[in-house]
């Protein structure tokens, strides 16, 4: 009963006051009638209270979420249905669903009488600006009495799971021979002759085994040529995500994290889509995602499951111990890099394998500020040293639109290309 007691509202305990007063001025003034309303007026919020406490679990509620993964900026939407059991009167019955800032605004609903008969449909959208798992919930409710004189919250529902993946920008376009790992040389086939079309060839460097001397390209081309059978034609390509929190700069969904995990996935879909294999890794290694060429869209859900729920490393430095991609050719998105990640960057990365990097100008998200002329001046450092040691770089900034900053990366990688066999 006290439990009961304590979902009195300020009307049902003003009454229940009331009703006490009024009991004591009749025996003051010994009136029975007086005495009577006083009974009835202090029985009524007792046995409302007592009621509707132990009845309220007639209420029953469902929730869908349209979809159950939904992109950033892209719209979502959640359906809720509300019924009661039995033919027991409610009164009013007000809703309230549990939803986080990065969803949109808290939804509310009254509903001022809930029908025995039938399911009463509710619907509030979502504008998801973050990625991340999210939590939706819980859904909860405030039951009030007709006469509005006590009311009790109840939790219909628990939370909801709500996977809000990285925003995908579509592509164009790819790296002059990508995929097949020595991206400088090793670009174009060279059709050697009948029954060796399929043959890679490329220009001897200091070192190479002699017995994979090609004679008939190099009888043709007046120099001497090597075989690379052991690259496939349509091999992989690792993408490389910098997501050390030192690294970047900003807050929220203007943070430059949030910018480089929406070009990585970009580029991994893209690259995966156009029949590559795609490692996705850290700066530190770790694989992420590995997802076969010929794989469908259930691995581009992998890809962004992985980085919807990929959280800022506390690392400060790059350390890796070995070569990132492990032969294959190399797309890094970087964040803020001392000279000492740069160098361990390239240290195990051999020059005929192509590397390339777009290096975030993280300062520019603090300042708001995306002119080349005001890029700090460890931007430009790690830009020379990455370039010195053979690397394709391209250097992004708040307002870079990720179609061009492939495009860029794309030609930088057909500028340091070398065409082989041409004219054969």
């Avoid at 939803?99 to 619907?123: C, I, N, Q, T």
């Avoid at 002119?371 to 690397?391: C, D, F, Q, Y």
């Amino acid at each position: 009963m006290l439990r009961a007691l304590s979902g009195l509202t300020t009307r049902g305990r003003c009454l229940l006051a009331a009703g006490v007063a009024a009991a004591a001025c009749s025996f003051v003034l010994n009136e029975r009638d007086l005495l009577r309303v006083a009974v009835f007026v202090i029985a009524l919020p007792l046995l409302v209270a007592y009621f509707i406490s132990a009845t309220r679990l007639r209420l029953g509620a469902a929730r869908s979420l349209r979809p159950e993964r939904v992109s950033v900026g892209s719209p979502g939407e959640v359906q809720l249905e509300l019924w009661r059991n039995g033919r027991l009167p409610a009164g009013e019955v007000l809703l309230e669903d549990g939803v986080p800032y990065a969803l949109g605004s808290r939804p509310r609903f009254v509903v001022e009488r809930l029908p025995h008969d039938r399911r009463v449909a509710l619907r509030y959208p979502l504008q998801p600006v973050l990625r991340g798992i999210q939590q939706v919930g819980p859904l909860r409710a405030t039951i009030t009495d007709p006469f509005g004189l006590c009311e009790f919250e109840r939790e219909l529902i628990a939370h909801s799971r709500l996977v809000v993946v990285p925003k995908v920008v579509g592509l164009w376009g790819l790296p002059s021979g990508a995929g097949i790992g020595a991206g400088d040389d090793g670009s174009i086939r060279l059709h050697a002759g009948q029954g060796e079309s399929d043959v890679i060839v490329r220009q001897y460097r200091q070192g190479d085994d002699l017995r994979k001397v090609h004679w008939r390209s190099t009888a043709r081309r007046d120099e001497i040529m090597v075989r690379v059978e052991e690259r496939p034609w349509r091999g992989g390509t690792t993408v490389l995500l910098d997501h050390r929190a030192a690294a970047h700069h900003g807050t929220g969904p203007a943070a430059s994290l949030e910018w480089a995990v929406s070009f990585a996935a970009s580029v991994a879909l893209h690259l995966r889509r156009s029949g590559h294999r795609v490692r996705l890794i850290t700066e530190h290694g770790q694989t992420l995602a590995d997802t076969p060429g010929e794989g469908g869209e259930h691995y581009d859900n992998v890809v962004l499951d992985v980085l919807a729920a990929l959280q800022p490393a506390h690392q400060r430095d790059i350390t890796l111990g070995h070569d990132p991609a492990e032969g294959q050719e190399l797309i890094a998105v970087l964040g803020t890099v001392s000279n000492e990640s740069v160098h361990e960057l390239s240290r195990y990365r051999p020059r005929g394998i192509r590397s390339l990097a777009v290096l975030l100008d993280t300062p520019g998200w603090s300042s708001g500020v995306n002119r080349p002329e005001n890029r700090a001046a460890a931007t430009e450092e790690s830009v020379a040293l990455l370039r010195a040691a053979g690397w394709g770089v391209v250097v992004a900034g708040p307002g870079s639109p990720m179609p061009q900053v492939w495009a860029e990366l794309c030609q930088t990688a057909t500028r340091r290309g070398t065409l082989i066999g041409g004219g054969l």
